[in-house]
């Protein structure tokens, strides 16, 4: 079932600055799609035009099979969000700070109080509901607001940088969350982040994105196929025969880059057979970062 849906869509702000170009795209139930680049790309551009705050100069967009630029409030009813800088009550406590944002969508008194204690729990924040919000660290109001998305059960929730100001033991449970939540519970996430390296542990889907216009989009192995396919192939061994093309990368130490997995026995025997111990054999694919590196990369060439 398609949750997210963009076509051909575009943002032109009045100064004219093209912040969103021809971006199509379309999301299924259950999904963590990572949104991807720097600051500036066009990122927090598309989740407002998502949501509604803003409206396509060109194109189009739907959530759920809604028209946010038509109907921004039905969207919100079954979406959450949750922003880098989001902002609450510091002089309500962080349970009345749920219940108030429960009663905005008309959630009765007994339910948003389940709710609310069954979310700060999940979010360790059991023991920090009757503290007021002004008493909260930057982690904690992170771990809140994320319960503030989530109170309505939203079927799409659009994060940014979740796990910003979080420690690691607080940003490890809100990963778990954002899985259960996605693989137990069917909801759609889209998760707008620079980091890279994170989104490559929590994502199942990857749009990359930079100066408004979509690099490259699906999932890491397709990625890997379309953009960078070569693996390299580690070795430490104590003796490489001149014959085989490995380059050096320390003691005992060989690198080659290979194009399948398949050639990896072969290169391990002629190595054996040409007197050399093999202590270790690792085959390194390429990480979204080098993906992402590539294609930029290749856009700057171009552009050249």
């Given at each position: 079932?398609?949750?997210?849906?963009?076509?051909?869509?575009?943002?032109?702000?009045?100064?004219?600055?093209?912040?969103?170009?021809?971006?199509?795209?379309?999301?299924?139930?259950?999904?963590?799609?990572?949104?991807?680049?720097?600051?500036g790309?066009?990122?927090?551009?598309?989740?407002?035009?998502?949501?509604?705050?803003?409206?396509?100069?060109?194109?189009?967009?739907?959530?759920?099979?809604?028209?946010?630029?038509?109907?921004?409030?039905?969207?919100?009813r079954?979406?959450?969000v949750?922003?880098?800088?989001?902002?609450?009550?510091d002089?309500?406590?962080?349970?009345?700070?749920l219940?108030?944002?429960?009663?905005?969508?008309?959630?009765?008194?007994?339910?948003?109080?389940?709710?609310?204690?069954?979310?700060?729990?999940?979010?360790?924040?059991?023991?920090?509901?009757?503290?007021?919000?002004?008493?909260?660290?930057?982690?904690?109001?992170?771990?809140?607001?994320?319960?503030?998305?989530?109170?309505?059960?939203?079927?799409?929730?659009?994060?940014?940088?979740?796990?910003?100001?979080?420690?690691?033991?607080?940003?490890?449970?809100?990963?778990?969350?954002?899985?259960?939540?996605?693989?137990?519970?069917?909801?759609?996430?889209?998760?707008?982040?620079?980091?890279?390296?994170?989104?490559?542990?929590?994502?199942?889907?990857?749009?990359?994105i930079?100066?408004?216009?979509?690099?490259?989009?699906?999932?890491?192995?397709?990625?890997?196929?379309?953009?960078?396919?070569?693996?390299?192939?580690?070795?430490?061994?104590?003796?490489?025969?001149?014959?085989?093309?490995?380059?050096?990368?320390?003691?005992?130490?060989?690198?080659?880059?290979?194009?399948?997995?398949?050639?990896?026995?072969?290169?391990?025997?002629?190595?054996?057979?040409?007197?050399?111990?093999?202590?270790?054999?690792?085959?390194?694919?390429?990480?979204l970062?080098?993906?992402?590196?590539?294609?930029?990369?290749?856009?700057?060439?171009?552009?050249?």
């Open positions: 079932m398609e949750t997210v849906v963009l076509q051909s869509l575009s943002k032109t702000y009045s100064g004219g600055k093209l912040a969103v170009r021809q971006v199509s795209l379309s999301l299924n139930q259950g999904e963590v799609f990572g949104f991807l680049g720097p600051n790309a066009g990122k927090t551009t598309t989740v407002k035009l998502l949501n509604g705050m803003l409206s396509p100069t060109e194109g189009s967009c739907q959530v759920l099979g809604i028209n946010p630029a038509k109907e921004p409030e039905k969207v919100h079954v979406s959450g949750l922003t880098e800088h989001a902002q609450m009550y002089n309500m406590t962080g349970t009345q700070n219940i108030f944002y429960a009663s905005l969508f008309d959630i009765p008194s007994r339910e948003a109080r389940s709710r609310t204690e069954s979310l700060l729990k999940r979010l360790g924040l059991e023991n920090a509901g009757a503290k007021k919000l002004s008493a909260y660290s930057t982690g904690m109001r992170q771990r809140l607001s994320l319960a503030r998305a989530l109170i309505h059960q939203p079927r799409v929730l659009f994060l940014d940088e979740p796990t910003s100001g979080l420690d690691p033991e607080s940003a490890q449970n809100v990963n778990q969350l954002i899985r259960d939540l996605a693989y137990r519970e069917g909801i759609t996430v889209f998760l707008c982040t620079h980091q890279l390296r994170y989104a490559q542990e929590i994502c199942t889907r990857y749009g990359l930079e100066d408004g216009t979509m690099l490259a989009e699906g999932t890491l192995e397709e990625l890997r196929h379309d953009v960078l396919s070569d693996t390299v192939l580690k070795i430490r061994a104590e003796i490489m025969p001149a014959i085989l093309p490995f380059r050096k990368s320390g003691e005992n130490q060989y690198e080659l880059d290979i194009h399948s997995d398949s050639e990896i026995p072969h290169l391990v025997r002629q190595i054996v057979e040409g007197g050399g111990d093999v202590y270790d054999v690792t085959a390194q694919k390429p990480s970062e080098d993906i992402y590196f590539a294609l930029t990369a290749k856009g700057k060439g171009e552009a050249m």
